[in-house]
């Protein structure tokens, strides 16, 4: 990880432009050590999602203070314990199992533990998130937990460069987003579920996210450069 403080500058700049007043920007700080995400809070990054709760752990004393840190990556059940209450908001609820869990420690806690649904747009065995077919069941079950409040969506889409697919998986969730929150409005039982973060689009595909109605983006890449690990070793 080296990329020089006039990069990171620029980077920085092109990410927030492109979001404008559309969406907030998310640095995925995978890899990425403290002092170096420590630069972006004055260049104007003010949030933050790591995605392995061990770094998380590590890195965390070492943060700045002021930054706003969000969980985007797959949160196994027996490890919910250490990230619930540590960070602003999950980005990836995608079981009862999970949920349960989540639950119990918020609980524990005397906390509401915010968190995102993830979706899992392209049927990928390999990544997690509930089906959109299957997002209404989920989220009737969800809405059953009281140290739980679901603020919206996540996204994980298949790797492509095909413009034409991204657009259809982002608009599909952007559409249900949109519906859900207007049956929202008068469905009491689901007091702890509204939508208002909608979190999609990274590197490869934030700008067609953006097109599509995200209004937050998780840029790791894209601000701090290209990372040495396996992308295997990342899948969400
Ligand atoms: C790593 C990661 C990102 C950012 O990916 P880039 O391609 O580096 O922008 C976004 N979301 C999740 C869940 C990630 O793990």
Redesign the pocket.
């Known amino acids: 990880m080296s990329v020089s403080d006039i990069q990171l500058q620029n980077n920085v700049k092109a990410v927030l432009a492109a979001a404008g007043t559309k969406a907030r920007v998310l640095a ?1 700080t ?1 890899t990425v050590d403290a002092a170096t995400v420590n630069k972006i809070y004055d260049m104007g990054v003010h949030l933050i ?1 790591e ?1 392995r709760v061990q770094e998380l752990l590590e890195k965390l004393p070492l943060l700045d203070k002021r930054f706003e840190i969000h969980f ?2 797959r949160l196994q059940r027996n490890k919910a314990k250490y990230i619930v209450g540590k960070v602003a908001l999950i ?1 990836s609820l995608d079981s009862a199992e999970l949920a349960q869990e989540i639950e119990k420690q918020a609980s524990r806690r005397g906390i509401v533990q915010d968190c995102l649904v993830e979706v899992n747009l392209g049927g990928e065995q390999a990544k997690g998130g509930v089906a959109l077919e299957e997002l209404d069941g989920f989220l009737q079950r969800i809405s059953g937990f009281e140290h739980i409040r679901v603020r919206g969506l996540m996204g994980v889409v298949p790797k492509t460069e095909e413009k034409e697919k991204l657009s259809a998986f982002f608009t599909k969730i952007t559409k249900k987003f949109i519906d859900i929150k207007h049956q929202n409005v008068d469905n009491s039982n689901m007091a702890n579920v509204s939508m208002e973060i909608l979190s999609l689009g ?3 595909d934030y700008v067609t996210a953006l097109e599509c109605g995200s209004n937050l983006i ?5 601000i701090f450069g290209a ?1 040495a690990y396996p992308p295997a070793a ?1 899948e ?1």
């Open positions: 995925a995978k999602g995605n985007i990556g980005h990274m590197t490869h998780r840029i790791g890449e894209g990372r990342e969400n």
